[in-house]
């Protein structure tokens, strides 16, 4: 059972940045693709970035191509997001996701463990 725990959220500007971060334990974290997902108030989760588990592929969302950016650091069992040049449309709840998969997924069904999210606001 893998645990995931996320921080970093918080107000920010529009133009801003932030980092999130999403620490994982209870499991070997260096097997599991690590995804990052959103949910804005009355929409669908969507998929916002994707990592192997070994760093060499990522995939991300046409809306967030260019100003985010995925990365791990598997001896510290941690998963980052660099949002950069952040938009009032990139405010949601943001959740880091864990799955068995060894490709890339951009569906949430892929993913087998979540963590609760924590929240973005973007400020116009």
């Known amino acids: 059972q893998v645990q995931l725990v996320e921080s970093g959220g918080g107000l920010v500007q529009a133009g801003g940045s932030l980092r999130l971060s999403c620490a994982a334990s209870?499991?070997?974290?260096?097997?599991?693709?690590m995804g990052w997902f959103r949910q804005a108030p009355g929409k669908e989760r969507e998929f916002v970035a994707g990592?192997?588990?070994?760093?060499?592929?990522?995939y991300y969302a046409d809306s967030v191509k260019g100003r985010f950016t995925i990365s791990r650091d598997n001896a510290k069992n941690t998963v980052y997001l660099q949002m950069n040049s952040l938009k009032p449309e990139d405010t949601a709840v943001y959740c880091c996701?864990?799955?068995?998969?060894?490709?890339?997924?951009?569906?949430?069904?892929?993913?087998?463990?979540w963590g609760q999210g924590t929240q973005v606001t973007v400020s116009s």
């Open positions: 996701a864990a799955g068995r998969a060894v490709q890339v997924l951009t569906t949430a069904s892929a993913y087998n463990y």
């Open positions: 990592i192997s588990w070994n760093g060499a592929s990522t």
């Open positions: 209870g499991g070997t974290f260096s097997m599991y693709t």
